[in-house]
């Protein structure tokens, strides 16, 4: 079978030569199968015992089609490699071959490769055939890293490794699963600015062209959920959201940011800031109208202060000398459980408490003045009212000065109108989705930087620019150079040559 499929190839190249020999037996199975299959009438039993031989048998011609190729990239003997490279400022000098087992989409090869030495003492070797490959912590090609890198920002790791074994065939231990995904973190996490300020770039450019009564709105957010630290507890993590809203006050996309729990939250707090000060210095760059800007969170200190010492003083691109203007919305439903703190203190738990908060809620989001009608109404309902407990006394006066001290922010008939968000849901979904549904399940517990590796993973996935960042990474990537040739005066230092 497989003379007959070479002669009919008709190889061109010694090299196409060498693959049709390599592929003969494969090939030669793949067609006994299809014969197989179509001699007798199909069911859904042999259906799928045929499909999954099939694929079982493509992997396989795959793996050894990999095999081939990639450990024909180098020179078969060490006279004939460079003597000398040089890599991020360092000088190599060659060693022998040694095997390392690499996993691919097809599963894992054999990669021969050879090693070069550092010639400044206490330096690590490198394998420069792995490095020109983009073999990600010695253990996976791009294409199996990228993809071990998505299942591990949604699935937990037994997850991971048993869609390693069912989809590729490869086996690895969890701490090579951990290896390889903190590498690839590593190596994406420097694109991840540029990637989300591009995507929002795209999105107000596409808010601007699109119809409305309103000048299009870039709205940021921030918000802590706690989470499961190993052998300490809970601690706050830390998310930040940046959303564009068209004319119509839709919105059209988002970006997220996430941050383990740290004192301060700084990281997160400087994250957010550049990203926000890029994307508006490039807006302007263009030639654009500035957005509207909103910043819409709930009254947490971290929030607050955020806003009063960071946020209000950025300094505007459209107006030189002057901070950029931005609009600080109090969630509407964070205000809701202060009026509903308000309903319980004046009538306590029952029917009557509930159909207050239903009709001043509605006037909280749709009156002008809503808050101040609010606490008009609940301080006559406390004069007038009968004697309250000590407890609902507490949760009056709490509502009560809650909505009088952040009633400033609180305009929401006048937001409304101009088309920006009142809720700050897209934030307090980001705590779910960034952090709850991956790191909060079922007795998990974690250290600080395994919880960021996971993190900086989803928030590329869920900002929908994963694609982008790991292409410009994959790009950045930087090969040895040839410093001294072979030793028999030839360089076979080419890696895309294929021998045979």
């Known amino acids: 079978m497989s003379d007959s499929i070479a002669t009919a190839a008709a190889p061109a190249s010694p090299d196409l030569q060498v693959l ?12 006994e199968q299809v014969r197989a299959f179509r001699r007798q009438p199909p069911t859904p039993e042999r259906t799928c015992a045929f499909e999954q031989r099939l694929a079982s048998a ?53 990669l021969r490769r050879y090693l070069y030495e550092a010639t400044e003492p206490g330096e690590r070797a490198l394998f420069p055939l792995e490095l020109r490959l983009g073999i990600e912590a010695g253990l996976a090609t791009p294409a199996l890293a990228e993809r071990v890198g998505r299942w591990a920002a949604e699935h937990e790791q037994a997850q991971v490794q048993a869609l390693l074994r069912q989809e590729h065939g490869v086996t690895w231990s969890a701490q090579s699963v951990r290896k390889l995904t903190a590498s690839l973190r590593d190596g994406l996490a420097s694109f991840r600015a540029a990637a989300q300020e591009a995507k929002l770039l795209e999105l107000l450019a596409k808010a601007f062209t699109a119809r409305g009564p309103h000048r299009p709105a870039l709205a940021a957010g921030r918000d802590g959920i706690m989470v499961p630290l190993r052998g ?4 706050e993590a830390a998310t930040a959201t940046v959303s564009v809203y068209d004319r119509r006050g839709r919105r059209l996309g988002t970006v997220y940011l996430g941050q383990m729990p740290e004192s301060g939250q700084g990281t997160l707090s400087d994250q957010l800031t550049a990203l926000l000060a890029r994307v508006l210095a490039a807006w302007h760059a263009r030639g654009r109208a500035a957005p509207r800007l909103a910043y819409v969170t709930d009254g947490g200190d971290a929030p607050r202060q955020y806003y009063r010492r960071v946020l209000r003083r950025l300094p505007d691109p459209w107006r030189p000398g002057q901070a950029l203007a931005w609009e600080w919305v109090l969630d509407f439903w964070h205000a809701c459980g202060y009026v509903g703190h308000l309903a319980e203190g004046l009538f306590g738990a029952g029917p009557r408490a509930w159909g207050w908060f239903r009709k001043w809620r509605r006037w909280l989001r749709d009156r ?61 979904a980001a705590c779910k989705t960034v952090f709850a549904e991956r790191l909060k399940r079922s007795g998990m517990t974690w250290s600080r930087a395994g919880g960021q590796v996971i993190v900086d993973l989803r928030i590329l996935v869920l900002s929908g620019v994963w694609q982008q960042a790991h292409a410009a990474y994959l790009t950045s990537r930087h090969c040895p150079v040839i410093v001294a040739e072979a030793s028999n005066g030839q360089s076979h230092d080419q890696t895309h040559t294929f021998a045979a």
């Open 368 to 428: 002008r003045q809503g808050a101040a009608q609010v606490l008009r109404s609940a301080m006559w309902h406390y004069n007038h009212g009968p004697r309250r407990t000590k407890a609902g006394e507490g949760l009056f006066w709490k509502g009560y000065r809650y909505l009088r001290g952040h009633s400033p922010w609180m305009r929401y008939e006048h937001y409304r109108r101009r088309g920006l968000p009142i809720g700050s849901g897209v934030t307090e």
């Open 20 to 31: 049709v020999d390599l592929l003969g037996p494969q090939l030669g199975e793949i067609v």
């Open 232 to 235: 300490a507890g809970y601690h």
């Open 58 to 110: 493509l992997r396989a011609a795959g793996r050894a089609v990999l095999e081939r190729v990639y450990n024909a990239l180098e020179p078969e003997h060490l006279e004939d490699c460079p003597r000398r490279l040089r890599h991020a400022g360092e000088t190599y000098r060659r060693r022998p071959k040694s095997r390392n087992r690499i996993g691919t989409l097809f599963g894992e090869i054999d």
